[in-house]
């Protein structure tokens, strides 16, 4: 007898995480001799236990399947529901009890290092009570630090748009040269820089703008990057910097928090916003120059105007993998990028055990990083600039990008 298949989004969306949503349906729908119907969980392992759930074959019939592939943000809608790391908990038999009302076989959660542990977590109960379903995750996440992986779908197309618009914020900045000035530009990162340092491929030569970039990964020093903002005002007029929304000092101390308490979301970590604002006071404060600030904030992950075609390509191709390895009898694994050493740039697909690769995060290299730690390597930029390439035509409605909306269910 055929098994179902349910596949649900979880976490903060990206600009191709419904391309990996295309990749699990359109695959999970052309097995018809090993998949029955396909699902959607709304809003997640939280819209799961609610029992909302849609069936994704009329979407295909009528075109929208296809239209999901280049509209960002989660289609299915997320969530940011944490399991119970005790297995005795009540919630599981309660997961498990959907599963068997839907007669699911196959389970695929598209999402980051939190959607990961929710994958691990339910193999680990699967295993308990001798499940027969097949779990597998599917990588997303644009801040590019899940472990074992070379790199995730979703980092791309904001790398892309983080250096498109620094590249514009430093043309902007430049139109008035009669007074020194400075522009911060906070970009997400809490621990792991990976988008902030992509800002480095904004630069048309050397020494262009963004002049200094400060990542998580390395301490910030206030007195010091005073002093380089400082030094650097000496040869850029109009100096752009950019830096991660988590830098901290020596001691850990988040730069944002500085500046005000900072909440917490349902996973307990800190929701960091302010590090540019606090910057931006500091800078004015000791040089008395021109300053802004600016966050970019969730435009880095919700643009569609920027996708990478790169991006968009593995992450269609990050589902249908996952799905190929369960109906060959695979799980509790995370789909993983190989980069293969020869050029042109290319990538394998395989298999990691889902287990090593929740609660971990992959940050970006020292070596790659600056002494001073204002900067990024060649090493990075060979790294990160053939993920961005390659543009996508969005599909067009009044002049507007056309997107897919799914109907309330």
């Excluded at 995730?152 to 430093?170: D, L, M, Q």
């Excluded at 792991?192 to 340092?197: E, F, P």
């Excluded at 799980?331 to 395989?350: H, N, W």
């Excluded at 970006?364 to 990075?380: H, R, Y």
Aim: charged fraction near 25%.
């Amino acid at each position: 007898m055929k098994k179902n298949v349910i596949v649900g989004q979880s976490g903060g969306p990206t600009a191709v995480i419904n391309s990996s949503l295309y990749g699990v349906v359109c695959e999970a729908l052309n097995r018809e001799d090993s998949c029955g119907t396909v699902y959607g969980m709304i809003n997640g392992i939280e819209g799961l236990l609610k029992g909302t759930v849609m069936d994704m074959e009329p979407l295909e019939r009528s075109g929208e399947l296809e239209l999901i592939r280049t509209t960002p943000g989660a289609y299915l809608g997320s969530c940011r529901y944490r399991l119970p790391d005790d297995l005795e908990d009540e919630v599981y038999p309660r997961i498990f009890e959907r599963f068997e009302e839907y007669h699911i076989g196959f389970f695929f959660y598209i999402g980051g290092n939190d959607s990961m542990d929710t994958v691990s977590k339910l193999s680990a109960y699967a295993d308990k009570i001798d499940s027969e379903i097949r779990f597998i995750g599917i990588p997303k996440t644009i801040d590019n630090d899940l472990v074992l992986t070379d790199h995730t779908p979703g980092f791309g197309s904001a790398a892309k748009y983080v250096a498109s618009t620094v590249r514009e914020i430093a043309l902007d900045a430049s139109v008035y040269d009669s007074k020194k000035s400075v522009t911060i530009v906070e970009i997400m990162g809490r621990h792991a820089g990976w988008l902030t340092a992509a800002s480095a491929l904004a630069r048309k030569f050397e020494g262009d703008n963004p002049v200094l970039i400060y990542l998580p990964e390395t301490a910030f020093d206030p007195d010091k990057f005073i002093e380089s903002v400082r030094s650097s005002l000496e040869s850029v007029s109009n100096l752009v910097v950019c830096i991660s929304e988590g830098i901290h000092d020596a001691e850990g101390t988040f730069i944002c928090e500085l500046e005000k308490n900072v909440e917490t979301d349902t996973f307990g970590h800190k929701m960091l916003t302010g590090s540019g604002k606090y910057l931006e006071n500091l800078v004015k404060e000791k040089l008395g120059v021109k300053v802004r600030s600016v966050e970019l904030n969730v435009s880095q992950r919700c643009s569609s105007a920027m996708l990478s075609g790169t991006d968009l390509k593995e992450a269609a191709a990050a589902g249908a993998y996952g799905v190929k390895c369960a109906l060959e009898g695979a799980s509790t694994k995370m789909v993983a990028f190989t980069r293969l050493p020869d050029a042109p740039y290319r990538i394998d697909y395989e298999l990691k055990d889902v287990h090593l690769i929740c609660n971990q995060e992959k940050t970006v290299p020292l070596e790659w990083i600056t002494k001073d730690g204002s900067d990024v390597s060649q090493d990075f930029i060979d790294y990160a600039l053939p993920l961005i390439q390659g543009s996508v035509k969005v599909p067009e409605e009044n002049g507007l990008p056309k997107f897919a909306y799914r109907k309330n269910c």
